[in-house]
């Protein structure tokens, strides 16, 4: 009796304290959103600025070890983004100049990710229509983002989203060399501007989307290419590829 007692004790403050941080990590991502939506001019294409935003909003949860001195912004939940913040304000700066009216995140996870883009973009352009898929669901603060970002959830892969086409995708699901060819064929070779994330991704011990990145970057896919790679001294982790074609 005593030992349920004490069970059932500890339940209680173990989701109490997953609340605690739940309810700190959705404060961050809130101030985060107003901070991008209040970014002035001089400061849109300025990458320490937006790096900081990122690391205030917080990164999920990995004991890996990928973040290196950037782990002290990391959330104690899997809520935050999956993302080393130089990369992501680097690959932001490069989609300030291309003109993005439709977004779409493949892989939405906690969806901190596709909700700092959208909000990066939404501050460039007001009529931005962005979307973020995933199959399973693990976006637990969308109800409150969808109030404050012109985001759409869905849970689906990119399979439903045949014929639809957008100006600009992250592709960053299904992590296979097949899955990552599939969704880009059906969403990526239609963007002007198409990202991939863990192009450097050696702590996954595969070299799937390395290797469909360089076959594309080989195969000239792109009109223009950049990698951000910045990773934590003797690692190669993440790093997002960005691939613009210029309008015909
Ligand atoms: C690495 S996480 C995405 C991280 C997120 N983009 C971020 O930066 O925080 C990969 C996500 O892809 C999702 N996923 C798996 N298969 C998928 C598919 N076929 N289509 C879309 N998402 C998929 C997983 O459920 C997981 O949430």
């Not at 969308?142 to 985001?151: D, N, S």
């Not at 100006?167 to 059906?186: F, N, Q, T």
């Not at 969403?187 to 990202?195: H, I, K, P, S």
Request: net charge negative; with cysteine.
């Amino acid at each position: 009796m005593a030992a349920s007692v004490m069970k059932i004790t500890q339940l209680v403050r173990r989701l109490k304290q997953r609340e605690f941080f739940s309810s700190s990590s959705r404060q961050k991502l809130l101030r985060g959103i107003e901070g991008f939506a209040n970014l002035p001019n001089e400061q849109l294409r300025d990458v320490e600025v937006i790096a900081n935003l990122i690391r205030g909003i917080g990164l999920r949860y990995d004991a890996r070890g990928l973040y290196g001195e950037e782990a002290r912004y990391m959330n104690a939940t899997t809520d935050g983004l999956w993302q080393l913040p130089l990369q992501l304000a680097n690959a932001l700066v490069v989609l300030a100049d291309q003109e993005i009216k439709t977004f779409l995140e493949v892989g939405t996870h906690s969806g901190f990710t596709g909700a700092v883009i959208t909000a990066y973009l939404h501050r460039l352009q007001p009529g931005l229509q962005a979307l973020t898929i995933d199959p399973f669901p693990s976006f637990r603060n969308y109800e409150l983002v969808r109030q404050k970002l012109p985001l759409e959830y869905r849970r689906c892969t990119t399979s439903d989203l045949m014929g639809e086409t957008f100006d600009c995708v992250l592709i960053d699901g299904d992590h296979s060399y097949e899955a990552v060819k599939r969704d880009y064929e059906i969403v990526g070779r239609t963007a002007r501007v198409c990202l991939f994330h863990d192009i450097d991704d050696d702590l996954s011990g595969h070299d799937n989307v390395p290797r469909f990145w360089r076959e594309l970057v080989s195969g000239g896919d792109f009109d223009q290419t950049y990698e951000f790679t910045q990773s934590p001294p003797g690692k190669r982790v993440m790093g997002i590829g960005v691939g613009v074609r210029h309008a015909a």
